[in-house]
């Protein structure tokens, strides 16, 4: 790959930001083969991430693993045995205070954990978030998930033609 160098000048000043953040989510495990997988989103904010973890992370793993239904009941019984207070139930507590969603308030951990496809994916961003500093490690399939929120990221914006002829 060729280096490239940037010569910022003056007039360039106006190309460069500090943008709002950015999120990294990046999930590596072993596929069927014994074989390792890596993938890395980047995405603006944490709250798109939740909304687009699950569709992404199920590409993901339906791409590297055959039984896929096996693997979810597999992380869900992970889920239940290792973190139910501070993973299921909090989770919950969380949606409901913030959705407002009668429907799960009165729910148990187990039901609400089956109640809707993403909720095992949203629970484990939840876990890694809240919890576990960025990083959670899933003894199914070696399956890793680490998460990363960058609040300021400079940003040079290279396609935007801003150049004031005035000073040049």
Known sequence: MEKKVYNLKKSSLGKVTFEDGTAFCMITGKNDN?????????IKSLEELIKNFHKWSI?????????????????????IQNWMENG???????????????????????????????????????????????????PINELELSIRYIKNILAINFWDDRVNKEEE
């Open 88 to 138: 299921i139930l909090s989770f919950k507590k969380e949606l409901y205070e913030n959705s407002g969603l009668e429907e799960i308030k009165n729910m148990g951990a187990i039901e609400f954990l089956n109640s809707e496809p993403e909720i095992s994916q949203l629970i484990l961003v939840h876990i890694a978030t809240k919890y576990t500093s960025g990083h959670l490690k899933i």
């Open 34 to 42: 014994g074989e390792e997988f890596r993938e890395i989103l980047i």
């Open 59 to 79: 590409e993901i793993i339906s791409l590297n693993i055959k039984e896929i239904d096996t693997f979810n009941n597999k992380i869900k019984n992970w889920l």
